[in-house]
């Protein structure tokens, strides 16, 4: 055995340890929680990390008014209440807000359309960062800019806090299409629909290549359900992101623990019938359909 | 015939190792099938297992809840090869310190989880690991990793500030680390195929 360690050669926050970071996260579910209370029940229920939050976005949409990051001493508390890893949410483009959040200790930070904009034209430079993001995508454009700036995980934007899977469910099927699409390009068709949907064309060669987003895809925007869970699952995302799906039904611990248990049954319909059962009320919801665009999140930084 | 490799799937980077175990077995010449395990019923079939990076709480909680965990006892018990990799090695433990993880005592040593640090602290650095193919160090990925902190039977492989970071206990080895982050397949080839301690049936 050896005790030689060169200290001098560690290197921290590069590519390789953020994206990582989102891979050791790949088959679980990240749940939404506005104080320790709650944490501790998504880290019984067996959540793989927590979003640390002011309020989940169903209150967001209904409180109005500009949303922001949470206080940082409540999100202290939860980071401080938990094993697992604790995500926060920063405003889109506000470098500040993240800057604080990778201060308090954060694992990864989520740079959020459900939070109220900071920049209309630009989002973070991660690439700066130690702390790995997360950036929501509607389609392959979005998702291969936020990589470019530093994203080591994509997720769907979804419609959040609606309750109503139907766009998480459009954008993954958009992104996995595209993806498709690009496999069955020539290298210069591939350089012109890089510019096309303004995407860098090194990232276009690269998923093409790898048939898949160069890093973790999950799915967030309207999951309530442990059949939700499976469906995000079954369009082959890595994992899964439930806001308010959780706290917002009538037994957040049993809906925490079945939507664990269903996005490891996908795709077992037995077990997942029995996963469904008795679970009570799920979260009421707004079927999306009837958001007005300017109540949408969705169209937040593109 | 083939090597019948599982990779535990209940959660965590699974495909990584799946990918991995495939480069140890083209590096050894061996043909192997990868299986992914999340459900009961799979390990028996298996002549190998990888528990993968993640969450160790949730890995924990789900192969007890799926009947996967007396399984993978079974398997070890049966002097077949395991690998652990950060959460994989937390639960295959004899102790994590932690009542919200049940480990399996699997590898005769206790761990502290994220005992260097958070995501801000996590780091990547080379570390000279005994028994590999070659005398390179190997490009360790450590993410909130944990450390060994008392090493019963098992014997040290590698360690990091004078810390225990790889262990071989009979057929098991466990890593804090994670070498199926990188494309260097030799610490997949010694837990598989070099490790004198265990016994593949279809190698024989």
Same mark, same amino acid.
């Given at each position: 055995?050896?005790?030689?360690?060169?200290?001098?050669?560690?290197?921290?926050?590069?590519?390789?340890?953020?994206?990582?970071?989102?891979?050791?996260?790949?088959?679980?579910?990240?749940?939404?929680?506005?104080?320790?209370?709650?944490?501790?029940?998504?880290?019984?229920?067996? @959540?793989?990390? $927590?979003?640390?939050l002011e309020a989940v976005p169903a209150d967001i =949409?209904?409180? !109005?008014?500009? #949303?922001? /990051?949470?206080?940082p001493a409540d999100v202290e508390e939860i980071v401080?209440?938990?094993?697992?890893?604790?995500?926060?949410?920063?405003?889109?483009?506000?470098?500040?807000?993240?800057?604080?959040?990778?201060?308090?200790?954060?694992?990864?930070?989520?740079?959020?359309?459900?939070?109220?904009?900071?920049?209309?034209?630009?989002?973070?430079?991660?690439?700066?960062?130690? @702390?790995?993001? $997360?950036?929501?995508?509607?389609?392959?454009?979005?998702?291969? =800019?936020?990589? !470019?700036?530093? #994203?080591? /995980?994509?997720?769907?934007?979804?419609?959040?806090?609606?309750?109503?899977?139907?766009?998480?469910?459009?954008?993954?099927?958009?992104?996995?299409?595209?993806?498709?699409?690009?496999?069955?390009?020539?290298?210069?068709?591939?350089?012109?629909?890089?510019?096309?949907?303004?995407?860098?064309?090194?990232?276009?060669?690269?998923?093409?290549?790898?048939?898949?987003?160069?890093?973790?895809?999950?799915?967030?925007?309207?999951?309530?359900?442990?059949?939700?869970?499976?469906?995000?699952?079954?369009?082959?995302?890595?994992?899964?992101?439930?806001?308010?799906?959780?706290?917002?039904?009538?037994?957040?611990?049993?809906?925490?623990?079945?939507?664990?248990?269903?996005?490891?049954?996908?795709?077992?319909?037995?077990?997942?019938?029995?996963?469904?059962?008795?679970?009570?009320?799920?979260?009421?919801?707004?079927?999306?359909?009837?958001?007005?665009?300017?109540?949408?999140?969705?169209?937040?930084?593109? | 015939?083939?090597?019948?490799?599982?990779?535990?799937?209940?959660?965590?980077?699974?495909?990584?190792?799946?990918?991995?175990?495939?480069?140890?077995?083209?590096?050894?010449?061996?043909?192997?099938?990868?299986?992914?395990?999340?459900?009961?019923?799979?390990?028996?079939?298996?002549?190998?297992?990888?528990?993968?990076?993640?969450?160790?709480?949730?890995?924990?909680?789900?192969?007890?809840?799926?009947?996967?965990?007396?399984?993978?006892?079974?398997?070890?018990?049966?002097?077949?090869?395991?690998?652990?990799?950060?959460?994989?090695?937390?639960?295959?433990?004899?102790?994590?310190?932690?009542?919200?993880?049940?480990?399996?005592?699997?590898?005769?040593?206790?761990?502290?989880?994220?005992?260097?640090?958070?995501?801000?602290?996590?780091?990547?650095?080379?570390?000279?690991?005994?028994?590999?193919?070659?005398?390179?160090?190997?490009?360790?990925?450590?993410?909130?990793?944990?450390?060994?902190?008392?090493?019963?039977?098992?014997?040290?492989?590698?360690?990091?500030?004078?810390?225990?970071?790889?262990?071989?206990?009979?057929?098991?080895?466990?890593?804090?680390?994670h070498p199926e982050l990188t494309p260097d397949g030799?610490?997949?080839?010694?837990?598989?195929?070099?490790?004198?301690?265990?016994?593949?049936?279809?190698?024989?």
């Amino acid at each position: 055995m050896t005790e030689k360690t060169d200290l001098e050669e560690l290197r921290r926050g590069t590519d390789l340890i953020k994206r990582g970071f989102a891979r050791m996260q790949k088959g679980g579910v990240i749940m939404d929680v506005v104080n320790p209370e709650q944490a501790r029940i998504a880290e019984e229920a067996g @959540a793989v990390a $927590v979003m640390s939050l002011e309020a989940v976005p169903a209150d967001i =949409r209904k409180r !109005g008014g500009v #949303a922001r /990051m949470a206080d940082p001493a409540d999100v202290e508390e939860i980071v401080n209440e938990v094993s697992i890893p604790v995500m926060g949410k920063s405003r889109i483009g506000h470098t500040k807000e993240a800057q604080i959040l990778e201060t308090v200790g954060v694992d990864m930070i989520d740079e959020s359309e459900v939070l109220t904009p900071a920049d209309n034209d630009y989002h973070i430079d991660k690439r700066d960062f130690t @702390a790995p993001f $997360v950036c929501g995508a509607r389609n392959l454009g979005e998702a291969l =800019r936020r990589i !470019g700036e530093g #994203a080591a /995980m994509i997720r769907t934007k979804g419609e959040a806090g609606t309750g109503d899977v139907n766009q998480a469910v459009y954008h993954q099927r958009t992104i996995k299409g595209e993806i498709r699409k690009i496999e069955g390009m020539t290298h210069e068709e591939r350089e012109a629909f890089a510019r096309e949907i303004e995407a860098p064309a090194e990232l276009v060669h690269e998923t093409a290549e790898m048939g898949r987003l160069p890093v973790v895809n999950f799915a967030a925007g309207g999951i309530a359900t442990p059949a939700d869970a499976a469906l995000m699952m079954h369009h082959e995302c890595d994992g899964i992101f439930v806001g308010s799906g959780i706290f917002g039904a009538e037994n957040p611990p049993e809906m925490a623990e079945a939507i664990v248990e269903a996005t490891n049954n996908w795709d077992d319909p037995e077990t997942l019938t029995e996963i469904s059962k008795n679970l009570g009320k799920s979260m009421k919801g707004d079927a999306n359909v009837d958001l007005p665009e300017d109540e949408q999140m969705q169209g937040r930084g593109v | 015939m083939s090597v019948v490799a599982g990779v535990i799937a209940v959660q965590g980077d699974v495909s990584e190792h799946a990918d991995a175990i495939k480069r140890a077995g083209d590096a050894k010449g061996e043909s192997v099938e990868v299986r992914e395990i999340r459900e009961s019923g799979i390990v028996p079939d298996c002549d190998l297992l990888a528990m993968p990076g993640g969450e160790s709480t949730t890995i924990s909680r789900l192969v007890h809840s799926e009947g996967i965990a007396d399984e993978i006892r079974g398997h070890v018990e049966a002097g077949k090869p395991l690998f652990a990799t950060c959460a994989g090695l937390i639960v295959a433990s004899s102790d994590a310190g932690d009542e919200r993880v049940e480990t399996l005592d699997l590898i005769d040593v206790t761990v502290e989880r994220n005992a260097f640090g958070r995501q801000k602290d996590s780091f990547e650095a080379p570390l000279e690991v005994t028994g590999l193919a070659d005398d390179e160090p190997f490009p360790a990925v450590f993410i909130r990793a944990p450390v060994i902190d008392d090493v019963g039977n098992a014997e040290v492989l590698a360690s990091w500030d004078e810390n225990p970071v790889a262990v071989r206990d009979g057929p098991v080895v466990g890593t804090s680390f994670h070498p199926e982050l990188t494309p260097d397949g030799r610490v997949h080839e010694l837990a598989f195929f070099e490790n004198d301690g265990a016994d593949v049936p279809t190698l024989e």
